[in-house]
């Protein structure tokens, strides 16, 4: 963790004692872990909130979840498959060549046809999706525009989940589970640091101006390093040496915050 312009304690302040590597197990340790837990589940209602849940729902969903009814289910997967599928054929209609331009860009496309056409690439990874709506859903992902009436063109190399409720929250029960389990990972006792899973954040106070310059600043070194991380692990899954062992889903996500 890295803090921009940190201050020391102030004079006067109560002396405190800093947190330990483990639980202990006595009182002291006990009451700050339910505050520290209080506090997750404050921040995790208070977003819930945002999406039209009443605190009577939210009761109730949280003791759904606190009986465990909910471990087998997986609604953010489901939900963000369409994404999924999108984002591989953004990946292949950037790098394939028979989407290409001649300066080895991705082309403007024709809807329909055959070959090197929208509905050629669209077709691999939404086979049971009419072309209109796929068309539609990546134009609403700002992924990709029309251009003109029977042509698109490719616009980001991500999925953009911006403005579209039901993907921001599956995003969110997905970013934060998977968050969870690196933090889980990194709290092993007696773990060596070379063995933990990055988990780096920097941050300081600054204006509103300011902020609006960090993310000019930032979105390009994020898009080029998970661009990076994109690439190789799309490279090691090809791998046929890999074909008959167990995966597990890896990768890197990184976003800036602003609280």
């Known amino acids: 963790m890295t803090r921009a312009n940190g201050h020391g304690n102030r004079d006067g302040a109560k002396q405190q004692h800093l947190p330990k590597v483990q639980w202990r197990g006595d009182s002291t340790d006990t009451v700050t872990r339910d505050s520290l837990a209080i506090e997750l589940l404050n921040a995790c209602m208070t977003a819930l909130k945002s999406y039209g849940l009443s605190d009577k729902k939210l009761a109730e969903l949280a003791r759904e979840a606190a009986i465990g009814r909910s471990l087998r289910m997986d609604s953010a997967r489901a939900v963000l498959e369409a994404a999924h599928r999108l984002a591989e054929m953004i990946a292949k209609w950037g790098e394939d060549p028979m989407f290409l331009d001649t300066s080895g ?5 024709n809807v329909n046809g055959r070959k090197s056409s929208f509905r050629s690439l669209a077709s691999e990874f939404f086979p049971a999706y009419s072309i209109p709506d796929v068309v539609e859903f990546g134009c609403e992902a700002n992924a990709m525009e029309r251009v003109g ?3 698109v063109a490719r616009l980001n190399d991500c999925v953009v989940f911006t403005g579209n409720s039901f993907l921001i929250l599956a995003h969110s029960v997905r970013t934060v589970r998977r968050f969870l389990s690196t933090a889980n990972f990194n709290r092993q006792p007696r773990i060596a640091i070379a063995s933990g899973r990055p988990d780096r954040t920097s941050f300081g106070e600054i204006s509103e101006k300011d902020f609006s310059e960090f993310i000019q600043v930032m ?3 994020l898009s080029d390093m998970v661009e ?11 791998l046929l040496k890999n074909a008959g062992k167990r995966k597990k889903i890896a990768g890197v996500q ?3 915050f602003c609280d």
């Open 228 to 238: 990076m991380s994109n690439r190789w692990l799309g490279q090691r899954a090809k």
């Open 219 to 221: 979105r390009p070194q």
């Open 149 to 151: 009436p029977d042509k």
């Open 105 to 109: 860009r991705p082309a403007i496309l």
């Open 254 to 256: 990184a976003f800036l």
